[in-house]
């Protein structure tokens, strides 16, 4: 199976930035797509970017509205590593990060078949 582990999480600023990365790492060669999801305090996990990493659609990346012009989303296959650069954080970022294998352009969490363990991020006024 395919294992992740994110890292780069911590408290910051609003407006601040932080950088999260997720190695991957067992039977990578099979996935298509990865993507980042985040659970605040009390909701639901939602879908804030995915990027296809194989095949003809490799780089593309699609984001939640909430995101759009201040998360980038980005992958290196030579390392196996998927990033997700967040600049202008806001409050409502904080929530748990996890980043997903297996994903579609919708955001949804009902294609991921493999989650990572999550990193705190924490936005503070």
């Known amino acids: 199976q395919v294992q992740l582990e994110e890292s780069g999480g911590g408290s910051v600023q609003a407006g601040g930035s932080l950088r999260l990365s997720c190695a991957a790492s067992g039977y990578t060669y099979s996935l298509r797509c990865l993507g980042w999801f985040r659970q605040p305090p009390g909701k639901e996990r939602e879908g804030v970017a995915v990027?296809?990493?194989?095949?003809?659609?490799?780089?593309?990346?699609g984001y939640a509205d909430s995101v759009k012009g201040r998360f980038t989303i980005s992958q290196d296959n030579a390392k196996n590593t998927l990033y997700l650069q967040m600049t202008s954080l806001k409050p409502e970022d904080t929530a748990m990060y996890y980043c997903a294998a297996e994903c579609d352009a919708g955001l949804g969490t009902r294609a991921v078949r493999f989650w990572g363990q999550g990193t705190q991020v924490t936005v503070s006024s």
């Open positions: 990027i296809y990493t194989r095949g003809s659609l490799s780089g593309w990346a």
